[in-house]
């Protein structure tokens, strides 16, 4: 967000004819390093309700600091988130009489309203007695096409007492349209008058430099400026673009998350803007750049990343004129793997193997492997393998006993990534039953032949009597024939 310059010039509580100012000596600069320099720089923070000095504000103010909106390196500034209230810083000038000068240099977006006031000691130590006149302005409003300081040295004020504990006391010695000066001649210096501008009534957030008061041979110029704040720098990170959570993460392979990173004051945990750059390195690998971003007190720089392995991050950020430069703490993300399981047969015989294949992400080679069975509820290994090329696997192991088998693959932790399992597969494994002996080749059996039913009787052979006719001859020629 970029602060225009305001050039404003505090005419409603101006003479309408400006006197060019005295001749004068040189300014004595002072240099006001940073808001918790104010009171020892010889400043005076006011803090208040709008148009009363010597109320109590409806709320604290948020201190700025901007090194675009000064005419130095810094100016000093200040914010409010509501109405009706107002601050500044106010400065000492002791001789009353001769203040002449009260200018600031003026920063904000758009319309600021405030006023001058001045709390004027009139009451001296020695009688023991302590008290304020206290001056205040109308209400002016400043626009951002007017100039850029505020003078208002001759401006004229409604001035009222209050006592040491501000209340308001005497209203007959009330005087209105008095200027610094007029009060000073009317009731001498005696502790000096502090006088500045407060502003923000209207909550529009605003920054001042180079507050300046005097007259006559003394002036004095506050350069509102800041000494370089410690920064600290912090990576967090957002699994959902919702949630912001910070410390080491472990995500899934695939699972995108956004790594945010910023960075506030040591001590004042005041968040800035700046640029800052992401860091990482991957598993194995060296550090790198990842890439560059914004980050203001409202949003972080944004990054988003998809790591395949274990990967540590850092944010930087680089020094300017307000702050140091920061490196954060380191984040681990780690990268849990995934896997994909198929059974090659799903329904095998006790003694037979099974047979896992599947791929492992993000595709590590030589990754340890297990091939596990659930038995009362624990899970038992019977085989290991190893991925290949591109996580590819496929070993098996021996289905050793009958009954549904609850398998599943584990993947072990190592090459950059946390182990994982696969979803459970069954597979059903049938008892073996041997087969029946196989019969002796050396062993014949006779097997009659079948019997048909009611078998008719043979058929006379014509042959029968010439075969005992030659049977008969052969008895005769060859021998004498056998006995009847």
């Known amino acids: 967000m970029t602060r225009k310059l305001i050039a404003v010039l505090a005419a409603a509580v101006l003479p309408a004819v400006l006197l060019a100012p005295p001749a004068r000596a040189a300014e004595t600069p002072i240099t006001v390093d940073g808001h918790s320099d104010l009171a020892s720089s010889g400043l005076w923070l006011r803090v208040n309700a709008c148009g009363n000095p010597v109320s109590s504000p409806l709320q604290g103010a948020t201190q700025l600091v901007s090194t675009t909106q000064s005419s130095g390196t810094t100016s000093l500034g200040w914010d409010f988130t509501r109405a009706g209230n107002q601050a500044g810083p106010l400065a000492h000038y002791a001789d009353t009489s001769g203040l002449s000068t009260v200018s600031v240099r003026f920063f904000s977006d758009g319309f600021v309203d405030g006023h001058l006031i001045a709390f004027f000691d009139v009451y001296d130590d020695a009688t023991g007695n302590t008290g304020w006149y206290v001056g205040t302005s109308n209400k002016f409003t400043f626009d951002s096409d007017n100039g850029d300081q505020l003078t208002a040295g001759s401006a004229e004020l409604d001035w009222f007492l209050v006592d040491g504990e501000w209340n308001r006391i005497l209203p007959e010695y009330d005087r209105e349209n008095y200027t610094i000066a007029e009060m000073g001649a009317e009731w001498g210096d005696h502790g000096g008058v502090w006088t500045g501008f407060v502003l923000g009534c209207n909550s529009n957030a605003f920054y001042l430099d180079d507050l300046t008061v005097g007259g006559g041979a003394t002036t004095y110029r506050y350069d509102l400026e800041t000494p370089q704040i410690q920064s600290m720098a912090h990576v967090e990170y957002s699994p959902d673009g919702k949630v912001v959570r910070n410390g080491n993460v472990t995500i899934k392979f695939g699972q995108r998350l956004r790594v945010l990173g910023h960075a506030h004051g040591h001590h004042d945990d005041v968040y800035f803007q700046a640029n800052g750059a992401l860091w990482a390195q991957p598993f194995g690998k060296s550090w790198r750049q990842v890439s560059t971003g914004f980050f203001d007190p409202d949003y ?135 087969p029946p002996p196989k019969p002796d080749d050396n062993v014949v059996v006779y097997v009659p032949p079948p019997v048909p039913d009611n078998p008719a009787p043979p058929a006379p052979d014509p042959n029968r009597r010439s075969i005992v006719a030659a049977r008969e001859l052969t008895v005769h020629v060859g021998q004498a024939p056998p006995a009847r």
Not at 365 to 372: A, D, I, M, W
Not at 373 to 393: M, Q
Not at 404 to 425: D, F, H, I, Q, Y
């Open 300 to 434: 972080y720089a944004s990054f988003a990343q998809r790591p395949s392995h274990r990967t540590v991050y850092y944010f930087t950020t680089g020094a300017d004129a307000i702050h140091s430069a920061a490196n954060s703490e380191y984040m681990v993300v780690n990268v849990r793997a995934r896997a994909s399981i198929k059974i090659l047969d799903r329904t095998l015989v006790e003694g037979q193997r099974i047979t896992a294949l599947g791929v492992m992400r993000p595709g590590n080679r030589g990754q340890k492997l297990k091939l596990q069975r659930r038995v009362n509820g624990t899970w038992k290994t019977f085989a290991s393998g190893r991925t290949g090329r591109d996580g590819k696997y496929r070993f098996s192991g021996v289905a050793s006993s009958p009954g549904t088998w609850k398998v599943r693959v584990l993947v072990e932790s190592g090459n950059g990534n946390l182990g994982t399992k696969t979803a459970t597969r069954d597979v059903f494994v049938e008892k073996y039953v041997p």
